[in-house]
């Protein structure tokens, strides 16, 4: 953690200035699997604590406000801001076959058959 990258000396920069008021915010700048990676955190439990604040553990918020270099009571108001206001991060279209929220029709492949 004391290697910092550029994204993360930015991200508290943002948060300095009063640019991001959210948590989910700051995962705009930095990608999330890069947190978790150097947090040593299950990506799936950092996507959870990113969309449900309530769920992040008092040392998460110690291991975070030490890997952005902020002070641990700034993490907690951007989570608390999170919490009370119930924004969510915005879900993020995929690249599907869906279409307007309708399968295209494009047919399923069949199941292969085993000879023998």
């Known amino acids: 953690m004391n290697h ?59 291991l975070l406000s030490r890997y952005f270099d902020m002070d641990s009571d700034t993490m907690w108001q951007l989570i608390k801001n999170q919490y009370v206001t119930g924004s969510k991060p915005p879900l993020k279209e995929k690249n599907s076959r869906k279409v307007s929220g309708l399968r295209s029709h494009r047919p399923l492949r069949k199941a292969r058959r085993h000879k023998g």
């Not at 890069?34 to 990506?43: C, D, E, M, R, S």
């Open 4 to 62: 910092q990258s550029n994204r993360a000396r930015t991200v508290k920069l943002l948060v300095d200035n009063g640019e991001i008021q959210s948590f989910w915010q700051i995962y705009e700048t930095i990608p999330k699997s890069n947190v978790a990676k150097a947090l040593g955190i299950h990506f799936s439990r950092m996507q959870t604590m990113i969309r449900y604040v309530n769920r992040i553990r008092v040392q998460d918020i110690f």
